[in-house]
């Protein structure tokens, strides 16, 4: 199985407004930036873009390391998911569960791979995470 590294990052001017998201693939000594945008969005769904957009690039079952700064895509991801399917996508404020057009496909995705999330800073001066912050808000 490939060893893949993944780094990712969502931004937005105001919130909603203008969205970004940006994603590093790292797989041998290899390099892949992506990034993209959305004229109207919020910085929860550019962070779920930037790990999506990441995962679909990938064409084979890989091991993945997949970091972020978004605390909302780990615990959501880890954690809140399985709560969320048992209670028919309703949250612990009894409200429907946001983006779960996204959340279903990341869900899709990390059937396919064998995916650990890492939460690392945002801003700590991390090589990496400032990339793909810089990637995500060139894209709002």
Known sequence: MKQVVIYTDG???GNPGPGGWGAII???ST???LS???TDSTNNRM???AAIRALEELKETCSV???TDSQYLINGITTWINGWIKNKWINSERKPVKNKDLWLRLLLLSRHHKISWHW???HSGHNFNE???KLAKSQC
């Open 131 to 133: 990339r793909v912050d």
């Open 26 to 28: 790292i797989c041998e």
């Open 120 to 122: 690392v800073e945002g």
């Open 65 to 67: 390391e997949l970091y």
């Open 11 to 13: 931004a937005c001017k």
């Open 47 to 49: 962070e779920l873009m």
């Open 36 to 38: 993209g945008g959305e």
């Open 31 to 33: 390099e892949r930036e």
